[in-house]
């Protein structure tokens, strides 16, 4: 069988532990052997984005040491994912450098892809509106980018669908950056903040109750806006709308 | 000024900039519709990426190709190695037939090279045709984006500018009754100017002849009323073939406003009758950029726009905030190439969100690049943040800050404490907008180890 490592980035760790506790729930309910080495930082791409790549050497370096021994690791941020993807080619493209950068994915991605899982036994009775992460949408192909023109797709949608008594909700900005952006938002934060108002704007006219992505960054960034206007929408990780258990 | 400076300023006025971000956007709805009614669209971006990547890999046989067709067409050729040399040989050849008014179609060329007011202080007249350039000529500003310059007048600021200088009724903004004064005020000037310069979108390699498109048909206007018609272009506007236009008219049109085909497509060959025609080929940094690996692709931008229309950040802080005459994600790409300090932060200026590259007809990697000049900026000690925290906090800028807890917890793994100075900078900066997230009482670390799961040491 498979072995999987599970890569939890740094702020989910400390912030979001239950999103990480989800992923790996359902990974495990899915039968997969699901190893978290303790021993993993961060990927680097707050740093690499701020333009220090320069100072990333070690930490890239302790990233493929601990994952390059697995068949293939799992993660339930896009964005680091792809950092790791696009943006490792900084360091020498050793054998398990090319191993780790080849076999990591978004958690949708490998249950779209590479599990092949088209339902999900599950429940949540909510109205949910999906955030596209751009990282995930446009740089790792999860789904169609609304730029491109070609036949439709989303992973994170394709599950979501098979949720029982989920009523997806679809803003007419299909895909809008959140302005998240992670050095970005503090860098520019007026910008920042900006764009998140207007993303959750959309969502809360469509009287969503959750949104939802592929990304927490996305949703920190969405959620301490969303709290701060004492909204009524809420954010939720995809991995915790697919952990849920089925309550007849 | 820096980005982030000028777009706080233009953020505070909220209805204008839900305005401006609405307005801009309604063009990248018309580019999708457009694009959508052409089922080989991804297949003729890769065929535009494909002929660009070849032209510029061969940019100086193409560029002696197209000279020697030309001077055999009779078109007068003259090579400017930067802006200052473009404007003398304009100055120049002006000066020669002593042009006083000029016309000048749509150019970001002349933009970048700031020709008009190197030309006013010799005291030629330069009207700006375009309707939208005459907009903001009238304004004395900057285009705010290189195919709507005036995107972010609204039309009642339009109906004061004319009242001021067209003497239009005072408080009349209607758009048809403006267009209509525009157009007679426009028509003396082509009537009396005695010459015309415009840009040129491609330059047939093969022909020796150029295309100019246009909405209003204000090139052919001037052009055709004057004895002397000056085109300026960049070494990159060069394509191989004329089979090749049917290529990247289909893309340019569709892209930049969501038309099928420009208003008017003019092709340019040979000087009229009794007329001279000159193009002046200017590099301006561009071999410099054509000679780095990373950025060279920035050369197969055809000026359409729609990486200004579909970027969230250009939306919501305006083409001003750029202070480059190409503003949005391909300015801030085209910008360090000229000055990285002056213009360090607009790399910085992009969530890195990939719209950009995705929209582009040419397939530009607009992000990779994006990102790649930050680190060039940084290398060269201009990076714009490296007073503020956001570096030294770096890769724990969201679990580190929160509590002292997980500061503790995570300075242990980093092996590196930060300023508390430099905690609160970031603070203010978040919470401004937004709340900070309740924090857990155990990291995810901890409950797996806890929970029994075989660790992994
Ligand atoms: S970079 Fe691409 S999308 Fe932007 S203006 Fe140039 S051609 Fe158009």
């Known amino acids: ?248 | 000024m820096h980005h982030p400076v000028a777009a706080e300023k233009f953020i505070q006025d909220t209805p204008r900039v839900n305005w401006h971000n609405k307005a801009v956007w309604y063009v990248r709805e018309k580019r999708d519709k457009a694009a959508q009614d052409i089922p080989e669209w991804e297949q003729l971006r890769d065929y535009a990426s494909a002929i660009k990547t070849d032209t510029i890999s061969k940019l100086d046989k193409y560029l002696i190709e197209f000279e020697q067709r030309a001077i055999e067409n009779g078109i007068k050729i003259h090579w400017a190695k930067d802006a200052d040399t473009h404007n003398k040989i304009v100055h120049g050849i002006l000066d020669t037939h002593q042009s006083r008014l000029v016309v000048k179609s749509k150019s970001m060329l002349t933009e970048e090279c700031g020709l008009n007011p190197y030309l006013e202080a010799k005291g030629i007249e330069v009207v700006d045709t375009d309707l939208g350039e005459r907009v903001i000529q009238f304004a004395k500003e900057d285009p705010s984006h290189i195919v709507m310059p005036a995107i972010h007048k609204k039309k009642e600021e339009i109906g004061e500018l004319f009242y001021e200088h067209l003497e239009t009724e005072k408080g009349n903004d209607d758009p048809n009754y403006l267009t209509e004064a525009a157009r007679h005020h426009l028509r003396k000037k082509f009537l009396k100017a005695d010459a015309a310069i415009t840009g040129v979108n491609f330059a047939i390699a093969e022909t020796g002849g150029f295309v100019v498109v246009t909405n209003e048909g204000n090139a052919d206007m001037g052009v055709n009323l004057t004895p002397l018609h000056i085109a300026s272009m960049g070494i990159e506007k060069i394509i191989p073939k004329a089979e090749h236009l049917g290529v990247f008219l289909r893309l340019l049109a569709r892209s930049a406003t969501g038309q099928p085909i420009t208003t008017y497509t003019s092709h340019f060959h040979k000087p009229r009758e009794g007329a001279q025609l000159h193009v002046v080929i200017v590099d301006n940094g561009r071999s410099r950029q054509l000679g780095q690996e990373d950025f060279r692709r920035s050369l197969h931008c055809i000026r359409c726009g729609a990486c200004m229309n579909t970027c969230p950040v250009y939306r919501r802080s305006g083409g001003h905030s750029y202070g480059y005459s190409v503003p949005g994600p391909i300015g801030s790409i085209l910008s360090p190439n000229m000055d990285p300090e002056k213009h360090a932060s607009l790399p910085f200026a992009s969530t890195l969100c990939g719209s950009c590259s995705a929209v582009c007809p040419v397939k530009i990697d607009v992000d990779k690049q994006l990102y790649k000049w930050r680190q060039v900026i940084t290398e060269k000690g201009f990076a714009p943040n490296k007073k503020t925290l956001t570096i030294r906090l770096g890769k724990f800028a969201f679990s580190h800050p929160l509590t002292f807890r997980i500061f503790g917890s995570l300075s242990r793994k980093a092996g590196r404490i930060f300023p508390k100075k430099l905690l609160n900078t970031f603070f203010t900066k978040w919470t401004t907008g937004r709340d900070l997230p309740d924090l857990p009482k155990k990291s995810f670390r901890d409950w797996y180890l806890k929970n029994g799961i075989d660790s992994h040491d």
Not at chain 1, 27 to 41: A, E, F, H, I
Not at chain 1, 150 to 166: F, R
Not at chain 1, 227 to 244: D, F, G, M, R, Y
Request: net charge negative; hydrophobic share 35%.
């Open chain 1, 1 to 248: 069988m498979a072995r999987v490592a599970l890569f939890v980035p740094c702020y989910i760790d400390q912030v979001y532990p239950q999103v990480a506790i989800a992923t790996i729930e359902l990974l495990q309910k899915l039968g997969l052997d699901v190893v978290y080495p303790t021993n993993q930082t961060c990927c680097g791409q707050p740093i690499g984005n701020a333009g220090y790549e320069c100072e990333l050497n070690d930490v890239a370096h302790r990233f493929i040491d601990q994952f390059e021994e697995f068949d293939a690791v799992i993660s339930p941020s896009g964005s680091c994912v792809h950092f790791v993807k696009a943006q490792y080619s900084f360091i020498n493209q050793s054998d398990s450098v090319k191993h780790v950068r080849n076999h990591i994915y978004e958690l949708c991605d490998y249950l779209t892809n590479i599990l092949n899982i088209k339902n999900f036994n599950t429940r949540f009775p909510h109205r949910v509106g999906i955030h596209y992460s751009c990282h995930s949408l446009r740089g790792l192909d999860s789904g169609k980018p609304s730029e491109i023109i070609g036949e439709d797709y989303s992973n994170i949608q394709s599950l979501l669908e098979t949720v029982q008594d989920l009523t997806l909700v679809h803003p007419e900005r299909k895909d809008e950056c959140c302005g998240f952006g992670g050095t970005f938002s503090v860098d520019e934060s007026a910008v920042s903040v900006k764009m998140g108002q207007d993303r959750c704007g959309d969502f809360e006219n469509l009287d969503a109750e959750y949104i939802t992505s592929t990304d927490m960054s996305c949703l920190m960034h969405l959620d301490g806006i969303l709290k701060q206007a004492n909204s009524k929408t809420q954010v939720i990780h995809v991995a915790e709308i697919l952990n849920q258990t089925v309550t007849s």
